[in-house]
């Protein structure tokens, strides 16, 4: 079964908008506004592997490349897991309660792997030229 | 190398490949930021909710900047300097300053590292353990011991990633 670029547009950005939609009611249901840096944490975290990932640059003879390429991966990680653990932060210092923990958590993971999805596939579909 | 094996079994073999490369600074990068949000988390505990009179100071924050200082260090060495010196030619080369400068540089990162460490079991005995406090107050030197335990844990993990790429790439190029 074939399944169309446009359909996989559609299901992405109800995703992601899924993703913010569970980040927006986690701050708004108990008007309490902290749990809404993890969205600019998610959004933040995608782009030092696109800015500093080449693959015509990816060659294993040249050191430089292969450093940038170890710091943007570091600064993913680092991005990645400090949106995983910001709300718990802010859940154990009693600044937000634990369902708003759990939908800012889980509406920042699916607005990532929204994004990594959507670059898969443009990147398959690039291949296919 | 297959025949002059002594065991068995191969004990311990650094599997070549650069997906387990990226994986290795991927989780050097996530267990940094445990170690910094651990840290932030009794900070923000100490400011919040904290009902004992202890508070985090400016003392805590000494041994994660020790220990963040000593990463960039290490980490900003470059390996090839040591690496021309363990294969035998550094001797009466011009390369035998730097390669003096790196050992010594090295030195200070590994020893900003360990102090770290250090510093936070210090802060956590004389602090808090002296004083017999008992648990969610004690939890704030607690979470300062596995701060820095987790940036010297991701310091290790990413040099020992970047050494199995220096590995793979001999390996190709000679």
């Known amino acids: 079964m074939k399944v169309t670029p446009l359909t996989k547009i559609i299901f992405l950005s109800g995703f992601l908008a899924a993703g913010f939609l569970l980040i927006i009611l986690s701050c708004a249901l108990w008007s309490n506004w902290y749990p809404l840096y993890v969205v600019g944490i998610f959004l933040l975290a995608p782009l030092p592997n696109t800015l500093f990932t080449r693959s015509e640059f990816d060659d294993f003879m040249s050191d430089s490349s292969s450093n940038t390429n170890d710091f943007a991966k570091f600064i993913t990680a680092f991005l990645v897991a400090s949106g995983i653990a910001l709300p718990l932060v802010l859940y154990h210092t009693r600044l937000v309660v634990l369902p708003a923990t759990i939908m800012s958590t889980s509406g920042g993971l699916l607005i990532y792997t929204s994004i990594i999805v959507f670059t898969l596939f443009f990147q398959d579909s690039e291949d296919e030229f | ?174």
């Open chain 2, 1 to 174: 190398m297959e025949q002059d094996r002594l065991f068995r079994f191969q004990a311990f073999k650094l599997p070549n490949s650069l997906a387990l490369r990226s994986c290795g600074v991927y989780l050097s990068g996530a267990l940094y930021a445990l170690g910094v949000w651990a840290f932030l988390d009794a900070v923000i505990y100490s400011k919040t909710v904290n009902a004992s009179d202890v508070h985090v100071t400016f003392v805590d924050w000494i041994p994660i900047i020790c220990s963040t200082l000593g990463m960039l260090i290490v980490n900003s060495i470059e390996k090839n300097r040591l690496l021309n010196d363990a294969l035998g030619n550094g001797g009466f080369g011009g390369s035998s300053t730097t390669t003096w400068a790196a050992r010594v540089i090295l030195f200070l990162g590994f020893s900003l590292l360990a102090g770290g460490v250090a510093g936070s079991i210090v802060v956590l005995i004389l602090k808090f353990l002296m004083k017999h406090y008992s648990f969610p107050t004690l939890g704030m030197g607690v979470s300062n011991v596995v701060a820095n335990g987790a940036i010297m844990l991701s310091c290790i993990v990413l040099w020992v990633a970047q050494n199995i790429e220096d590995e793979y790439s001999y390996s190709l190029a000679l």
